[in-house]
Nanobody, 121 residues
Framework: QVQLVESGGGLVQPGGSLRLSCAAS????????MGWYRQAPGKQRELVAR???????NYGDSVKGRFTISRDNAKNAAYLQMNSLKPEDTAVYYC???????????????WGQGTQVTVSS
């Protein structure tokens, strides 16, 4: 079993910054991608950013130039630095990890419980 624990959400004013953290624990052999998705009320879940084991990131179009994802492979952790936040960034942010629990099985998608980010004055 694999657990993802997120932290760092909260309320911030427009133009402000927040940093989200995600730590994976449990029966982990290898993590391929780690990333963040978000879901606003009435909308579908969308990619915010994700990063592969080789530390090459990709971003959703709406956050390019404002958000930065990073990863600490030794800690099985990922971080999302969010700058220049806008009200439209308000959503529940979910950590995602694509994990292989042993070398003889396929990778499996795991999700965190979500953390609320609210951008409002």
């Amino acid at each position: 079993q694999v657990q993802l624990v997120e932290s760092g959400g909260g309320l911030v004013q427009p133009g402000g910054s927040l940093r989200l953290s995600c730590a994976a624990s449990g029966n982990i052999f290898r993590i391929n991608f780690m990333g963040w998705y978000r879901q606003a009320p009435g909308k579908q879940r969308e990619l915010v950013a994700r990063i592969g084991s080789g530390s090459i990131p990709n971003y959703g179009d709406s956050v390019k130039g404002r958000f930065t994802i990073s990863r600490d492979n030794a800690k099985n952790a990922a971080y999302l630095q969010m700058n220049s936040l806008k009200p439209e960034d308000t959503a529940v942010y979910y950590c995602n990890a694509v994990v292989q629990v042993n070398p003889s099985v396929n990778y499996i998608n795991y999700w965190g419980q979500g953390t609320q980010v609210t951008v409002s004055s």
